[in-house]
């Protein structure tokens, strides 16, 4: 009796067959994130020097999960390709027979799987380096891990779609590397901005004029370098916000990195009313070089100097530096103390003052 009912047929096979697809299917949809979660981490663990405690979250999201979803189809899929296709759902889909859609759509999902499953392995991988660099400092690493992975994926998931195309459509190997150079043109042609700014960003790995975190000016947009893409380059601006600044316009327009920069610099025009005499203001740019001179080794160099004379004013020129090393608030409180001096001078000597032109420079 068992027997008969296990001989019974149903959808085109028989009862047993699909007990045995369907007993597979369940045993993976028990075992298969269990399977996947110890694969990575015996791989992560036994076939590398990695720490695998220090990257629990990276192995379980980028390693693990998409394993176990590429696990869990692949082996359904081997299951239910051993059964016969039920002749009654077999029609006709626009001259096509619906199993030969099925398989195709079968292959496309594993495919993608499978690409998605390599992108995880890759984002591990810089994470990995990632992490090192960040532990001895190395920016240079840093930006590099991070744009070749960027450049890795995307190759990975152009590759994805390729595959996906020469399988849904069967072409041939001769067609398929035609039809990549001719998707490769197109794409260069319909995208040339986004491959201008890959190519960039190859330049700016190369070149280095800047690395994540320097202060860097650009086309009027000035912050700290967060994240250097493939397309393009995210900066943490003055206002805290994030600015996205295209890299062809990082690499063909002109490029201040002010965290190159060895001091902080800070220049002022004085403007003195006509009436101020000689004396006035040979005592007055002799009483600024005593007050710079009074603030010791914290300013390493100065220039103060008569500018400029004329029926509209004298023009007092001063200029000093100090190290880069000083902090800005601190940068701004020492050039608030000098003024306050100059404006005192200046009140002693009965000068009036007609304008102040100041750059104060980070």
Same mark, same amino acid.
């Given at each position: ?16 067959s ?15 994130k ?9 791989s992560?663990?036994?076939?590398t020097?990695v ?12 390693l ?6 590429f ?12 059964l016969?296709f039920?002749r ?5 889909v ?9 398989h195709k ?6 495919i993608?799987?499978f ?16 992490r090192?660099?960040?532990k ?7 930006q ?12 990975l ?8 195309? @020469?399988?849904?459509f !069967?072409?041939t190997?001769a067609? $398929? ?6 998707? *490769?043109? %197109?794409? &260069? ?5 986004t491959v201008?700014n890959?190519i960039?960003?190859i ?12 202060y ?10 967060e ?28 490029l ?15 403007r003195?009313?006509?009436a ?24 390493t160099?100065?220039?103060i100097?008569? @500018?400029?004379?004329? !029926?509209?004013?004298?023009?007092? $020129?001063?200029e000093?530096?100090?190290?880069? *090393?000083? %902090?800005? &608030? ?23 003052q007609v ?8």
């Open positions: 009796m068992a027997n008969n009912m296990l001989q019974y047929t149903i959808l085109s096979n028989s009862a047993a699909w007990l045995i697809a369907f007993g597979i299917i369940i045993f993976m949809i028990l075992f298969a269990g399977i996947s979660k110890l694969v990575a981490w015996f992560v663990r036994y076939l020097k720490d695998h405690r220090n990257f629990k979250e990276t192995i379980s999201q980028r693990a999960r998409p394993l176990s979803r696990l869990f189809w692949l082996i359904t899929f081997i299951a239910l390709n051993n016969y039920p009654a759902l077999d029609f006709f626009f001259k096509l027979h619906f199993s030969d859609i099925v759509l079968a292959m496309a999902l594993l993608f799987l690409f998605n499953m390599l992108i995880g392995v890759v984002h591990m991988v810089a994470t990995v380096f990632k090192s660099a960040s001895s400092a190395d920016r240079s690493l840093i590099l891990t991070s744009l070749l992975s960027d450049l890795v994926r995307a190759i998931v152009v590759l994805c779609i390729l595959v996906i195309f @020469k399988s849904f !069967n072409i190997a067609s $398929f590397a035609t039809s990549i150079g001719l998707v *490769t043109a %197109a794409l &260069a042609l319909a995208a040339k901005d201008e890959i960039c960003s330049i700016i790995l190369l070149d280095k004029p800047f690395l994540l975190g320097d860097i000016s650009v086309n009027g947009t000035s912050g700290n370098v994240r250097i893409g493939l397309r393009r380059t995210v900066l943490r601006t003055d206002t805290k916000t994030l600015a996205s600044v295209p890299n062809r316009d990082l690499t063909g327009n002109k201040e990195n002010v965290s190159n920069q060895t001091f902080r610099r800070f220049r002022q025009e004085i003195l009313a006509p101020a005499t000689a004396g006035q203001l040979e005592n007055f740019v002799q009483g600024i070089k005593e007050i710079i001179t009074a603030q010791g080794a914290v300013v160099s100065n220039t100097f008569l @500018k400029n004379t004329g !029926n509209q004013g004298h023009i007092v $020129f001063m000093y530096f100090v190290s880069i *090393t000083m %902090a800005y &608030a601190d940068f701004c409180a020492l050039n608030q103390k000098i003024n306050l001096d100059i404006i005192t001078k200046m009140e002693a000597l009965g000068l009036q304008l102040i032109i100041a750059d104060l420079n980070k």
